[in-house]
């Protein structure tokens, strides 16, 4: 049977760093693979042993045709990682709810399914929220996510209008913290801790993505942090092959942002012997 690897990304993001660093490090271990994008039609999935999630960062944008995709890759032989179920289950930020019953400490989490601003006002003020964080349940990237004030949320009908399209709404309690600290990234590979890095918005902003001129830099966490990140990921997923841990400071605790099990940028450019690690991790799924 073929040993190739798809390295898999998305049409618009073909290039992204990542999967030429993933590419690379494959080949260090005698391994062939090929950047392939889940919305190209033309691909023959059939010709891989293995398949990995890199990029595939427009899944939020064509969710049915994703899970269509995913149910097509299921009926194959190949191996998918990570896999389908845990691809499925990560889809949609509902799963904070699932992660907060089983005992994970997260960012306050409210969904909506309707726009009625009376109603969603309600709620929020019975939470005793002021300052809040408005997205999709299903996005990445910061898509259509802005702030606002529970005060002036009749200004934000047309956003929930707009989400409401393609998605649930989730609403957050602005934090802080995350302007005064940032947000900390835990990388795991094959469940191992491989990296940690602290990323800070830019001045006046709340966004810790690179497109919005964050910094980012390599830390050494506290014991107690890998601990909570651990934690999360074990009970998100108790085996994945590559996970990232997003989680924000809120006094002496850390709350889980995201578990990022789909496609999260590994952040391999702070610890490049993590290539290494992810392409020796692959290797070994093709040999089990």
Request: charged share 25%; hydrophobic share 40%.
């Given at each position: ?148 004030s ?10 929930f ?31 191992a ?19 919005f ?32 841990i997003?989680?924000?400071?809120d ?38």
């Open positions: 049977m073929s040993q190739l690897v798809g390295i898999v990304t998305s049409l618009e993001f073909a290039h992204a760093a990542e999967n030429q660093m993933l590419k690379e490090a494959l080949e260090h271990q005698g391994i062939a693979s090929s950047i392939v994008s889940w919305d190209d039609a033309s691909v023959d999935w059939t010709s891989f042993a293995l398949i990995n999630l890199r990029s595939a960062w427009n899944y939020h944008l064509h969710t049915n045709a994703f899970m269509r995709w995913l149910d097509h890759v299921d009926q194959l032989s190949c191996q998918v990682w990570n896999d389908t179920k845990t691809l499925r289950a990560n889809i949609t930020k509902r799963y904070l709810q699932t992660l907060e019953r089983q005992g994970v400490p997260i960012v306050p989490s409210a969904f909506f399914t309707d726009s009625n601003i009376n109603l969603i006002e309600t709620d929020l003020k019975q939470r005793g929220w002021k300052n809040i964080v408005i997205k999709p349940a299903i996005s990445a990237s910061a898509y259509k996510t802005v702030t606002a529970v005060e002036t949320l009749s200004d934000c009908q047309q956003i209008d707009e989400i409401l399209k393609t998605s649930e709404i989730l609403i957050q309690p602005f934090l802080t913290s995350v302007q005064e600290t940032g947000e900390y990234s835990f990388v795991f590979i094959d469940n801790l491989t990296h940690t890095v602290l990323k800070t918005p830019k001045q006046d902003d709340f966004r810790t993505q690179s497109e001129d964050s910094s980012s830099k390599l830390i050494d966490p506290t014991d107690a942090q890998i601990k909570q990140a651990r934690h999360a990921l074990m009970v998100s997923c108790n085996h994945t092959l590559y996970a990232r997003d989680m924000i400071p006094e002496d605790t850390l709350l889980l942002s995201e578990s990022e099990l789909i496609d999260p940028e590994l952040l391999m450019k702070f610890n490049p012997d993590s290539r290494e690690t992810l392409a020796k991790a692959i290797a070994k799924k093709l040999k089990a």
